[in-house]
T-cell receptor, first 115, second 111 residues
Framework: GAVVSQHPSWVICKSGTSVKIECRSL??????MFWYRQFPKQSLMLMAT?????????EQGVEKDKFLINHASLTLSTLTVTSAHPEDSSFYIC???????????FGPGTRLTVL | TQLLEQSPQFLSIQEGENLTVYCNSS?????LQWYRQEPGEGPVLLVT?????EVKKLKRLTFQFGDARKDSSLHITAAQPGDTGLYLC???????????FGQGTELSVKP
């Protein structure tokens, strides 16, 4: 399957600052990537669909001005959490679509802690 | 709104026992994927089932897709402590589209 990396793997920031998370498809050209967040012991919640060269599509209830997504190339999508607050602390995971049956392959995740 | 109900959400068993995890929906899926996730890591794809009635085996894990492609099950035989983790089912209801995730099953296998 596709190999996906994320950077950083963890980040701690102060409330009010912005944090950028990178998602890279290392061996696959990804026109579409997905961003999820996950709380402890819970399933993945889709935040948005990132489309190369166009605006991201956000799920209902996700603030697009707070979670800025940029997909400027076929191998890189970024998620910027703007003016982060403690309630934004979570595990953020990205994925690419690939494979014969449109499977999704996930990055290792980024743990964000906002103090 | 498509929903995928996964059960049980928590399961604690002894090594050597068998278990089954279920995912059910009222919607028809193009395919259904099963993932396993360990703490602090991203989900890892175990298998994809596509055809109604399909059965796939991965060592001690058996995956089944319902005839109507609305439900799926994961059966683990003789569970081992290394099977401990979060198991997620996810349905794809249009090609290249979004996955609908179940709530997840937190499995703990005690030696």
């Amino acid at each position: 399957g596709a190999v996906v990396s994320q950077h950083p793997s963890w980040v701690i920031c102060k409330s009010g600052t912005s944090v950028k998370i990178e998602c890279r498809s290392l061996d696959f050209q990804a026109t579409t990537m997905f961003w999820y967040r996950q709380f402890p012991k819970q399933s993945l919640m889709l935040m948005a669909t990132s489309n190369e060269g166009s605006k991201a599509t956000y799920e209902q209830g996700v603030e697009k001005d707070k979670f800025l997504i940029n997909h400027a190339s076929l191998t890189l999508s970024t998620l910027t959490v703007t003016s982060a607050h403690p309630e934004d602390s979570s595990f953020y995971i990205c994925s690419t679509v690939g494979g014969r049956d449109n499977e999704q392959f996930f990055g290792p995740g980024t743990r964000l802690t906002v103090l | 709104t498509q929903l995928l109900e996964q059960s049980p959400q928590f399961l604690s068993i002894q090594e050597g026992e068998n278990l089954t995890v279920y995912c059910n929906s009222s919607s028809v899926f193009s395919s259904l994927q099963w993932y396993r996730q360990e703490p602090g890591e991203g989900p890892v794809l175990l298998v994809t089932v596509v055809t109604g009635g399909e059965v796939k085996k991965l060592k001690r894990l058996t995956f089944q897709f319902g005839d109507a492609r609305k439900d799926s099950s994961l059966h683990i035989t003789a569970a081992q402590p290394g099977d401990t983790g979060l198991y997620l089912c996810a349905g794809l209801y249009n090609q290249g589209g979004k996955l609908i995730f179940g709530q997840g099953t937190e499995l703990s296998v005690k030696p």
